[in-house]
């Protein structure tokens, strides 16, 4: 599928919920914490690719595998996993965004993934039937997000992990050797990653990239008067 006409239907998606919303005299909120009480709006992303010489195979799967998971998959995996904490800023681009993180919310919060594990930030899903990995899904991903910014990373990232071959890290919970990275727990935390990140500054120039630390920035800083 083109990722651009799916962050398009994404957005229509929306607009058209808002608006029937508004003709029935209601609001239709997409904020990602409204209630303290509750775990709040994700908008999750899935991927899965196919080979271009066998566009009716999925390449994410390979049922030979320990992971279940084909070596390009598990390189891609491990190329959100490597960037996820500057990820954040794109896909979690709020204060409230970061309100929906922790454990019990099925965001996860320790930079890791595992297999259908809804308290991980990268669940790999798998057929029902065949018991196949077919996809992966970023869980830490709100409608606050702009969607083509947003997709434009997390597939940046991705692809960077296959082109250098990265091997995927063990699931969480499956070694205690492997030391475990908390993940960010602020929009500030996850713009200080990002501005060290230079895979990710490098995709969006220097132009964008200062506009838009600029920008989610002077938003952290709003916040935080309006706590005083």
Same mark, same amino acid.
């Given at each position: 599928?083109?990722?651009?006409?799916?962050?398009?239907?994404?957005?229509?998606?929306? #607009?058209?919920?808002?608006?029937?919303?508004?003709?029935?005299?209601?609001?239709?909120?997409?904020?990602?914490?409204?209630?303290?009480?509750?775990?709040?709006?994700?908008?999750?992303?899935?991927?899965?690719?196919?080979?271009?010489?066998?566009?009716?195979?999925?390449?994410?799967?390979?049922?030979?595998?320990?992971?279940?998971?084909?070596?390009?998959?598990?390189?891609?995996?491990?190329?959100?996993?490597?960037?996820?904490?500057?990820?954040?800023?794109?896909? +979690?681009?709020?204060?409230?965004?970061?309100?929906?993180?922790?454990?019990?919310?099925?965001?996860?919060? #320790?930079?890791?993934?595992?297999?259908?594990?809804?308290?991980?930030?990268?669940?790999?899903?798998?057929?029902?039937?065949?018991?196949?990995?077919?996809?992966? #899904?970023?869980?830490?991903?709100?409608?606050?997000?702009?969607?083509? +910014?947003?997709?434009?990373?997390?597939?940046?990232?991705?692809? #960077?992990?296959?082109?250098?071959?990265?091997?995927?890290?063990?699931?969480?919970?499956?070694?205690?050797?492997?030391?475990?990275?908390?993940?960010?727990?602020?929009?500030?935390?996850?713009?200080?990653?990002?501005?060290?990140?230079?895979? +990710?500054?490098?995709?969006?120039?220097?132009?964008?990239?200062?506009?838009?630390?600029?920008?989610?920035?002077?938003?952290?800083?709003?916040?935080?008067?309006?706590?005083?």
């Amino acid at each position: 599928n083109n990722p651009l006409q799916i962050a398009d239907d994404v957005l229509f998606a929306r #607009e058209t919920i808002i608006n029937c919303a508004k003709q029935h005299g209601m609001t239709a909120l997409f904020l990602p914490k409204v209630s303290a009480m509750q775990a709040g709006n994700g908008l999750h992303l899935h991927f899965s690719f196919q080979d271009v010489s066998n566009i009716k195979s999925n390449a994410f799967s390979d049922a030979s595998r320990p992971s279940g998971i084909s070596l390009k998959g598990e390189s891609f995996v491990e190329g959100i996993l490597n960037h996820l904490p500057s990820l954040l800023s794109f896909s +979690l681009p709020t204060t409230n965004s970061f309100r929906r993180m922790g454990p019990g919310c099925w965001t996860g919060h #320790e930079v890791g993934w595992s297999i259908e594990d809804k308290e991980v930030p990268i669940r790999v899903c798998l057929d029902l039937r065949s018991r196949r990995a077919t996809n992966v #899904e970023y869980k830490l991903s709100d409608s606050t997000a702009n969607i083509y +910014l947003e997709m434009a990373m997390i597939l940046s990232a991705g692809l #960077e992990g296959m082109k250098q071959q990265v091997k995927l890290r063990p699931m969480l919970g499956d070694s205690s050797d492997v030391l475990v990275e908390p993940m960010p727990t602020t929009l500030q935390a996850s713009l200080d990653k990002l501005k060290k990140d230079d895979i +990710l500054l490098s995709v969006l120039g220097t132009e964008l990239s200062t506009a838009y630390v600029a920008v989610r920035e002077s938003e952290v800083n709003l916040n935080s008067k309006k706590t005083l």
